[in-house]
């Protein structure tokens, strides 16, 4: 079990507080690491795999005109992606991820980049880094930093 994942789950619980995911780039890891954890179905409501760029839009409601101007791997994409995730799955905080795991750039954007954003009832913070290695290396840690960003909320 992931220790980021319990600390996360155990402040939800002290707070009474449900979570879902909206993922890109970690494409359910963050979620199945959430869930790793025994008792998690107490907190986790669920999560949503928004790969393509198109799925953040129609299911998320990302707005089209960001995605177009921004693309996918930016800071309000990010944001918007947990407030879509919060308002589906009817959570108290939702976790989001976008960014390039690799091999390729995308949307002029360096391998490695990553936008984490959380959403709870009381604020929503955006955070973005650049991490570096393989593509698994990269999903790994930004599910990592994403837990991290999580507990920092709560």
Do not use: F, N
Not at 27 to 54: E, F, H
Request: hydrophobic share 45%.
């Amino acid at each position: 079990m992931d220790p980021d994942a319990e600390a996360v789950l155990a402040a939800l619980d002290r707070h009474g507080w449900t979570v879902s995911t909206a993922e890109s780039l970690t494409g359910g890891l963050l979620a199945a690491t959430l869930v790793d954890v025994p008792g998690a179905s107490a907190s986790v409501r669920g999560g949503i795999v928004a790969y393509a760029t198109d799925v953040k839009a129609s299911v998320l409601g990302v707005d089209r005109a960001l995605l177009k101007r921004a693309g996918a791997v930016d800071p309000d994409v990010a944001a918007a992606m947990a407030r879509g995730a919060r308002r589906l799955l009817a959570t108290d905080v939702a976790i989001a991820t976008t960014g390039v795991a690799g091999p390729d750039p995308q949307d002029d954007k360096p391998v490695g980049t990553l936008y984490v954003a959380v959403s709870t009832p009381e604020r929503e913070a955006v955070r973005g880094v650049v991490l570096s290695g393989s593509r698994a290396e990269i999903r790994r840690e930004s599910v990592r930093v994403a837990l991290r960003v999580c507990l920092s909320e709560l």
